[in-house]
């Protein structure tokens, strides 16, 4: 298997260590697991650089909540030197570790361009698309009250129809390798009675893009308590011949390689029977049991 989606720091720290050791226990970890490869892929946002990709998208937020909300989000993450992190990244590589350089990249209407100029200047791997927040509202941030008002303020449809109309844009981008937790709106276990019409546009919108499709184990440490995507949304992707990796969205060493085993049977009893390893932003394919 592959664990392509892992982060350096929790959400909670504003400090930003960068260490060889912690990705080596993170290989070990995964290894244990039956992980063949992992992938860093840290927050664009957490990168002093990356803050000024993104821009200030929140300035003109008339829910002062919201404003000083992302305000505060923003000055907590933004400290780490994009340069550095990849230095170490390409260390951890040039020591033998099975690792890939990635990054999480959130979609920012009107400033993918500008954020794909800042990331080509690297040599990435590979690249994961997600949507964590709608206009100002950051809906997957458990820990904020500002972002879990607005469930009680908002129709659960129109959250998934905002949503999926920015998964479908970010993959129209093809400014990324990766969709991320491709349903990451039902986070907080918020979900609509018939979500069908957003899973179709979603995987029609990954198949006609060529994007290929995270299968997450995070959404079972998560209130809504079961991966991403809903088995509804992985049939749809399967059905379209849409390609999957494999991850855990691990903050830490101890969630890295979570429910590998449970993720494996699934997308084997899909009939899914490869993986889709990354270099140099090019795709290559990996049998599921060559990567148990």
Do not use: N
Not at 41 to 52: I, K, P, Y
Not at 263 to 268: A, D, E, H, K, N
């Amino acid at each position: 298997m592959l664990d392509y989606h892992l982060h350096l720091w929790p959400h909670e720290f504003a400090e930003t260590p960068l260490s060889l050791d912690q990705i080596a226990a993170y290989c070990e970890h995964a290894q244990a697991a039956g992980v063949k490869e992992i992938a860093l892929t840290e927050h664009l946002h957490r990168f002093v650089d990356g803050r000024e990709a993104i821009g200030h998208f929140w300035a003109d937020e008339p829910d002062l909540g919201l404003r000083a909300s992302m305000d505060a989000y923003f000055d907590h993450h933004a400290h780490a030197d994009l340069a550095a992190y990849v230095d170490l990244c390409l260390e951890a590589k040039a020591a033998g570790l099975p690792v890939v350089m990635g990054m999480e990249v959130d979609y920012c209407p009107g400033r993918m361009d500008k954020i794909g100029e800042l990331l080509g200047q690297f040599p990435f791997d590979v690249l994961l698309g997600s949507v964590h927040w709608l206009g100002s509202w950051r809906f997957d941030d458990l820990a904020d009250p500002a972002s879990q008002a607005q469930w009680g303020a908002r129709s659960i449809d129109h959250c998934f129809e905002d949503y999926t109309l920015a998964m479908e844009e970010l993959a129209a981008t093809k400014s990324c390798d990766v969709l991320a937790h491709p349903d990451l709106i039902k986070v907080a276990g918020h979900q609509p009675d018939a979500p069908q019409e957003w899973w179709d546009r979603i995987a029609e919108a990954a198949a006609k893009h060529a994007s290929v499709v995270e299968l997450s184990s995070a959404g079972w440490r998560k209130p809504v308590g079961e991966q991403y995507p809903a088995l509804g949304l992985l049939e749809r992707f399967v059905a379209r011949g849409v390609q999957f990796t494999t991850a855990s969205d691990a903050h830490r060493v101890d969630q890295v390689a979570d429910h590998v085993p449970e993720m494996r049977s699934l997308l084997l009893s899909q009939g899914v029977d490869q993986l889709v390893r990354f270099s140099e932003r090019k795709g290559h394919a990996l049998a599921i049991e060559e990567a148990h």
